[in-house]
């Protein structure tokens, strides 16, 4: 089991910045990538963004050239780097954990609000 701690979340104008950070403890050899979510308001959770052990990062076409996913190994923490924020982007923003594509573990979650 993987424990997750998201912060950093918050509210923030549109086109404004906010960078997510997430701590990872616990059996973090059973896991090769680490990554985003986010659930709207009214809405189904959905992918962000992952990024693998070596570095292979993916997004979700919605967020591609506004956020980056970075991870720190030595310090067990991925950090999400979002910028030019549009209202559309307000979503509790939850942080995973997994293997081979399975995530079965996840953060708390922080809320994002981008205002018009």
């Known amino acids: 089991q993987v424990q997750l701690v998201e912060s950093g979340g918050g509210l923030v104008q549109a086109g404004g910045s906010l960078r997510l950070s997430c701590a990872a403890s616990?059996?973090?050899?059973?896991?090769?990538?680490m990554g985003w979510y986010r659930q709207p308001p009214g809405k189904q959770r959905e992918f962000v963004a992952t990024?693998?052990?070596?570095?292979?990062?993916n997004y979700a076409d919605s967020v591609k050239g506004r956020f980056t996913i970075s991870r720190d190994n030595a310090k067990n923490m991925v950090y999400l780097q979002m910028s030019s924020l549009k209202p559309e982007d307000t979503a509790v923003y939850y942080c995973?954990?997994?293997?081979?594509?399975?995530?079965?573990?996840w953060g708390q979650g922080t809320q994002v609000t981008v205002s018009s």
């Open positions: 990024i693998t052990n070596s570095g292979n990062t």
């Open positions: 616990g059996n973090i050899f059973s896991i090769n990538a």
């Open positions: 995973t954990a997994g293997k081979f594509g399975i995530y079965s573990n």
